[in-house]
């Protein structure tokens, strides 16, 4: 069995004093690579380093919703620069979105749009994080004619709104929330969508699965949400593993192991 997580802040100081041991800890378990989104200019480093210090790791960089007051104009040109350069094992743009319920949404608008754009002009996927605006992201990557790959990352909404973003070309991030029992909405969501449209993740520190404590989340319990998703969706894990590890490919255009 082969897993990836497709989205792990595995740079955070969180790591910094057991980042080894959880990986090999998390390879015992089937896991072969992860995905390291990026979230603001002064950590880019440390994403690229981080992953190129370890097999199986690859990075994007991005200018993440949360940080888009830290960053001027300057700082986009950087990352356009640093992307045209194919950096190596950089896979994707991102993370990038927008966050109803942090910052203001009217400001967040331009860094999105112009990292969708640059996506759209390097052919590389875009990894989004939308926090109550899903319907805001479809309508912007429609506005914007988006043609790519994404990954719609963290997903907890409705089955009607992820099947409008996957119609807009976005692969659905499950992750810990499906491990809680009173998330029955995405649950339900989860259960009922294409399995080609789907991706494991972790958002390792954060969104921990079902009994880890907030902060605490690792890629070690990618194979919790595996076990999750094969309850809701009554599939064999081996099945659902083989086709899961092949969307993740697709989504980052290569080969991950």
Not at 244 to 257: A, D, K, M, P, V
Request: aromatic share 8%; with cysteine.
């Amino acid at each position: 069995m082969k897993l990836v997580d497709a989205h792990c802040h595995f740079d955070f100081p969180r790591f910094d004093r057991c980042r080894a041991s959880e990986l090999e800890a998390a390879k015992q378990v089937g896991l072969v690579g992860l995905v390291i989104p990026g979230v603001k200019r002064p950590d880019w480093g440390r994403v690229r380093d981080t992953a190129l210090a370890h097999s199986g790791l690859y990075y994007c960089l991005g200018i993440h919703p949360w940080f888009v007051s830290e960053h001027s104009a300057e700082d986009l040109e950087c990352l356009s620069q640093t992307l045209r350069a194919m950096p190596q094992r950089c896979v994707g743009v991102g993370e990038c979105g927008l966050d109803r319920l942090r910052g203001n949404m009217n400001d967040q608008y331009p860094w999105f749009e112009a990292q969708i754009s640059l996506a759209s002009e390097l052919g590389l996927a875009l990894v989004i994080h939308s926090v109550r605006a899903h319907d805001e992201v479809h309508a912007t990557l429609r506005r914007l004619n988006w043609s790519g790959r994404a990954l719609l990352h963290g997903f907890s909404g409705s089955f009607q709104q992820a099947k409008k973003l996957i119609d807009q070309g976005c692969f659905i991030g499950v992750g810990g929330v499906i491990t809680h029992s009173r998330a029955s909405k995405t649950r339900d969501a989860i259960a009922r969508l294409p399995l080609e449209s789907l991706v494991l993740e972790t958002d390792a520190p954060d969104m921990a699965p079902e009994g880890i404590d907030a902060g605490s989340n690792s890629p070690l319990y990618l194979r919790r949400i595996l076990d999750s998703l094969c309850e809701i969706r009554d599939e064999p894990p081996d099945q659902l593993a083989g086709v899961l590890f092949e969307n993740t490919e697709r989504l980052y255009g290569q080969s991950l192991w």
